[in-house]
């Protein structure tokens, strides 16, 4: 695990590991930090209540300004649930979910501990309502998984929209949850401890 010292080094050796704020490079997405509130599985605020920003490294950042553009043609937009996520969090998660499905292994670390998955979905900007996806964010049912198909036409449209878009975009899917999408080479990166406080004072 990569300390802020060390992370300061691998990001002065090679710039596109650097975590770069998405509400500074995409003013227009839409942020709904659901581990900042109360509104998520562990019903508590996972981060400080005031965190009002997400990270992501270089590479997939720029994507994700991309597909953010694209989508706006098209009167749509990205709504972000989480993004980097420290690893002390994922920790807490494990001691409550033991269960590979919906939550990192904390032996492994996470995508989101480097800095290289997204939690999102799409809203329609002429009145800010996210597409029914079928399910909420953080629904640990079978209904969330991308294999289950009994589900409205426009869902299945609405799923199959984010997922093309994502993969498009470089992104794997998770296949238990609709609404996670992965780097293509998340295994490259190092996971972080690093605090929201900090990630905001290194830009």
């Known amino acids: 695990m990569a300390s802020k010292q060390a992370y300061l080094l691998i990001i002065n050796a090679d710039s596109c590991q650097k975590m770069i704020s998405l509400k500074t490079l995409i003013p227009t997405v839409l942020l709904d930090l659901r581990y900042a509130s109360a509104q998520n599985f562990m ?11 997400t990270y992501l490294r270089l590479k997939p950042a720029k994507a994700i ?12 937009g990205l709504k972000i649930f989480d993004a980097y996520r420290p690893y002390s969090v994922t920790q807490k998660f ?14 492994n ?6 800095g290289t998955t997204i939690d999102l979905t799409i809203i329609n900007l002429a009145n800010g309502k996210e597409l029914d ?13 991308h294999s289950f198909t009994s589900l409205s036409p426009q869902i299945l449209a609405n799923r199959l929209l984010l997922k093309q878009s994502m993969e498009q975009a470089g992104f794997k899917l998770l ?16 996971v972080l401890n690093l605090s929201f406080n900090d990630l905001k004072k290194l830009q």
């Open 109 to 114: 670390g996470s995508g989101h501990n480097r």
């Open 133 to 145: 996806m079928g399910t909420g964010f953080d629904s640990f049912s079978d209904s969330a998984h």
């Open 175 to 190: 296949e238990t949850e609709w609404w996670h999408y992965s780097w293509k080479d998340t295994a490259t990166y190092d």
């Open 43 to 53: 019903h508590r605020s996972m981060y400080p209540p005031q965190t009002n920003d």
């Open 94 to 107: 494990w001691e409550l979910v033991h269960d590979e499905r919906y939550v990192a292994n904390p032996v």
């Open 65 to 76: 300004q991309k597909l953010q553009i694209q989508l706006q043609q098209k009167g749509l």
